[in-house]
């Protein structure tokens, strides 16, 4: 069975650092690019990074210079470092996987596209002020 299990969640005051981590399992983990999107009770959801094997990783502006994504393809795991955290970063983050496609999908999910192949349970993050 596929899964994508995000994990590391928690509540931190503005200016906290979380460190989420994306098990995957069931597929083919180097064929596919990993992107991580939030969701906030009546927002849009929003893909927020993207991480290739083909080029990347590519970030939103309104996480550019405060998340980092990588990956590690022995474990099968995908990591998201997120630092200076906002309460407007408060939402529910959930890693899902996109059949690689040189990059463009990765690149085209930080900007606004947010189809993908498989996902999985999110985790929550709560920021307070």
């Known amino acids: 069975d596929v899964q994508l299990q995000a994990s590391g969640g928690g509540s931190v005051q503005t200016g906290g650092s979380l460190r989420l981590s994306c098990a995957a399992s069931g597929f083919t983990f180097d064929d596919y690019d990993i992107g991580w999107f939030r969701q906030a009770p009546e927002k849009e959801r929003e893909g927020i990074t993207c991480i290739s094997n083909e080029g990347g990783p590519y970030y939103a502006d309104s996480v550019k210079g405060r998340f980092t994504v990588s990956r590690d393809n022995a474990r099968n795991t995908v990591y998201l470092e997120m630092n200076n955290l906002k309460p407007e970063d408060t939402a529910k983050y959930h890693c899902?996987?996109?059949?690689?496609?040189?990059?463009?999908?990765?690149?085209?999910?930080?900007?606004?596209?947010?189809?993908?192949?498989?996902g999985g349970q999110g985790t929550q993050v709560t920021v307070s002020s």
């Open positions: 899902a996987a996109l059949k690689s496609l040189v990059g463009v999908r990765c690149l085209i999910w930080v900007h606004g596209g947010v189809g993908f192949d498989f």
